[in-house]
């Protein structure tokens, strides 16, 4: 018998074998004007009664497991000693157990102390899904992401002091045509200022369910950037981030059109010099019909 998942079920795409358990269901703000992941469910928190039968259950069926997906949206609002009981749990019940991860938002950072992050990481939660979407302030407000440059900065780097891997996302086209320039000024300056040890540039693609929201709450037209933009905004993104720090970047993912890979600060050149190659060869674009989420 598998768990039975409450659907919909979303994890980041490198946990694609991780085994998954939904600690929490939903996501605890829920009011990014992009994201429609979480709204057809209501924020809510799995008893330990409940958790403890689902690991029990896993760790008869699947005792090898070596990975570990806290979900839904933001696990990490739990109580950081309710975490702490979990992933302790986990470690003690699956005997080969190397990485235990969950999405975070900078708010869920922020409110816990640097002891309480240190405890959980120390327990056994190694890595942190943070959505970054955009490093501009504007921009960050119009697609009410209930957070600024600011704070995801200090975010980013109070989870890395406690010791975390920090895999952050970006979203191209996000300021759409209006804010571009901006969007990616400061979406290079908060990665510069907090060199997450992973970044993955996605390109933004708004589901039917959402997209009436997003364009009422952005509060002025908004002009979608054309495929040739976005490579253009890739370019400048990769080349206005200073980071001494290694940086695993990627924008490989499926809602991009272009795919772009390499290391900072190391790769930077090569990657600026992949994208002015890709310029001049259209072809090798992902087709619009085979990109999504
Ligand atoms: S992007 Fe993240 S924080 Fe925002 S609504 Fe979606 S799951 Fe919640």
Redesign the pocket.
Known sequence: MMLNYDAPLYRPPSEARSLIFQVTLG?S????S??D??RSKQYSEKPWDEVKMEIDLMAKQLPDTRKIFLAD??ALNLDSEYIVKIVKYLYEKFPNLERISC?A?PMNILKKTPEELKKMHDAGLDMLYL?I?SGSDIVLKKVT??AIAKTIIKSVNKAKDAGYIMSCMIILGLGGKTYSKEHIRGTAEVISACSPNYVGALTLYLENGIKQEFLEKFGEPFIRITDDESLEELYDLISQIETKEEIIFRANHGSNAYTIKGTFPQDKQAMLDKINWMKQHPEIMRPEGLRGF
């Open positions: 996501c703000f829920n009011e990014c992009f994201c992941m979480y949206g933001d999405y938002m959505g979407e992401k209930g």
